[in-house]
């Protein structure tokens, strides 16, 4: 719950992916909930079905206390329409833009003027150490650079809600440290739901106020 005692996340019901068929009671408030186990315990799968991009098999899903699923009532908000930032393991940026265009969609998205936006995105690409790159297409950048902007374009458009699986996968060690940081002060100061999906349980302490185990 948040501060108010809302459940801006709540998920009740069976996910299916695939071959995957799992039942799942998730409730989330304003905090940042870690997802650690095994492959294959459905941490990617839930995150995947959180954004639209997989139906619930059977259940209800709330995002904001909005209904955006619940296959009994035939409810489905489509991805781009639940405001969520989201960075899966893909990264998934546009490969026919510019590393700063990927990261001032969301802004564009919103109906931001473009200086504003590009000056916005370059402003969290400095702080994510990417600003470099800004001109650089998606197609030629590094994993740990991608990775980056991804993180960027998912926090960048005041989200109702943040999803991150495996966030820091290709970033160096050096470089781990700093990248959290900016990860927790950015959703702090959003006051958002977030939840991270990691095989690393020393980075889901760090990052994370609350932190769910799941086997298979």
Avoid at 14 to 36: H, P, Q, S, W, Y
Avoid at 115 to 130: D, I, Y
């Amino acid at each position: 719950m948040d501060r108010n005692g809302h459940t801006m996340i709540a998920l009740h019901g069976t996910v299916e992916v695939g071959a995957f068929k799992r039942e799942f009671l998730i409730d989330v408030g304003n905090e940042i909930v870690g997802m650690f186990g095994a492959n294959g315990s459905g941490k990617t799968s839930v995150l995947r079905t959180i954004a639209g991009l997989c139906p619930l098999g059977n259940g209800e899903l709330t995002v904001n206390e909005e209904l955006v699923d619940a296959p009994a009532t035939n409810v489905f908000v489509l991805p781009e329409l639940r405001n969520i930032g989201m960075v899966f393991q893909d990264h998934s940026l546009f490969p026919f833009m510019t590393a700063l265009d990927n990261a001032a969609f969301p802004l564009r998205m919103r109906g931001v003027k473009r200086p504003t936006a590009v000056n916005m995105a370059l402003e969290m690409l400095e702080q994510f150490g990417v600003a470099h790159v800004a001109q650089h297409m998606a197609t030629t950048l590094s994993g740990g650079q991608s990775q980056r902007v991804a993180i960027v374009r998912a926090l960048i458009g005041s989200p109702s809600a943040v999803l991150l699986d495996e966030p820091l996968s290709a970033i160096d060690e050096e470089s781990r440290e700093s990248v959290r940081n900016h990860i927790r002060e950015h959703l702090v100061r959003l006051g958002v739901s977030a939840i991270v999906v990691s095989h690393d349980r020393t980075e889901l302490d760090h990052l994370c106020t609350r932190i769910e185990n799941y086997t298979r």
